[in-house]
Nanobody
């Protein structure tokens, strides 16, 4: 499955953004979806994941309570709603889709993910 992330931008601390991840070329509803981010000079890190049917979601502690992952399988799209953004949230955000249970994705090695969408840059200024 091919993925395309969009929706990034430059915002002030406390603002909100919604990222989208559009999938094509596969049966999107079969896949768990996750968002990762990579800040300058840092490793790519897990942000959030959602089960194939949307019934279970998982978050990194750093975004819990501020970010919400969701999906619309009819539209082949996943979303990441980001509220109360902080300067530490500044990063390139990537989505990925895998046939791995969503609850495992925060601990799955990065090399296992073979389908990354083009990242979308989020810049949060104080």
């Amino acid at each position: 499955v091919q993925l395309q992330a969009s929706g990034g931008g430059s915002v002030q601390a406390g603002d909100s953004l919604r990222l989208s991840c559009l999938a094509s070329g596969g049966t999107f509803s079969r896949y768990s979806v996750a968002w990762f981010r990579q800040a300058p000079r840092k490793e790519r890190e897990f942000v959030a994941a959602i089960k194939w049917n949307g019934e279970e979601t998982y978050y990194a502690d750093s975004v819990k309570g501020r970010f919400t992952i969701s999906r619309d399988n009819a539209e082949n799209t996943a979303y990441l709603e980001m509220n109360n953004l902080k300067p530490d949230d500044t990063a390139d955000y990537y989505c990925t889709a895998v046939l791995i249970p969503a609850h495992r994705l925060s601990r799955t090695p990065l090399h296992v993910f073979d389908s990354w969408g083009q990242g979308t840059l989020v810049t949060v200024s104080s």
